[in-house]
C-alpha cells in the first residue's frame, strides 16, 4: 500500500480531530439518537433522522482519518536536509517574473493545503513545478491565465 506524505503538523490536527471525534462528538450523537428514540414513533422523528446522519458522517469522519494516518509516511520539515533543493515540507519564496510579485509557500500534504495560509498541496501544478528545483531555477506553471513564470528566490525548511 503506497503512502502519504504528511508534515508533521498535519498529522497532529489530524490526530487532535480524532481525538475530538472520538471523545466529543461520538458521545454527543449517541445521547442525541437515545433523546430521540425517547420521543417515541422513530418513522416521523426528525431529530432521529438528524442524529443518525450525523453519527454517519462521525463515523465515516474517524475511518477515513485512522486510514489516513495508518498509512502516512510523516515528515518534519525542520529534520529535512533537502541539500537547497525544494521537497515535500520546503517553503519556498518566489517571485513571479511579468509581475514582480513575491510569494511564499510551503509544500504539504493534501489534508494540509491552505492558500490563504501559504500551504500549497504537493500535487498542485506548481508544487510539481517546484520540486527538484533549486534556490535562482524559474519554474514555469500552467494557470488558467496563461504559463506564469517563477524564480525560485529562496528554500528553506523549518
Known sequence: MATIPITKRGAEKLKEELHRLKTVDRPWVINAIAEARAQGDLSENADY???????????????????????????????????????????????????????????????????????INVGSPIARALIGKEEGDTAEVQAPGGVKRYEIVGVSYV
Do not use: H, M, N
Open 49 to 119: 433522522d438528524a442524529a443518525k446522519d450525523r453519527q454517519g458522517f462521525i463515523e465515516g469522519r474517524i475511518q477515513e482519518i485512522e486510514g489516513k494516518l495508518s498509512i502516512a509516511q510523516v515528515i518534519d520539515p525542520s529534520a529535512l536536509d533537502g541539500g537547497g533543493k525544494v521537497v515535500f515540507g520546503a517553503t519556498v519564496e518566489l517571485e513571479e517574473e511579468d509581475s514582480g510579485e513575491a510569494v511564499r509557500y510551503q509544500i504539504v500534504g493534501e489534508d494540509e493545503a491552505d492558500l490563504k495560509e501559504g500551504r
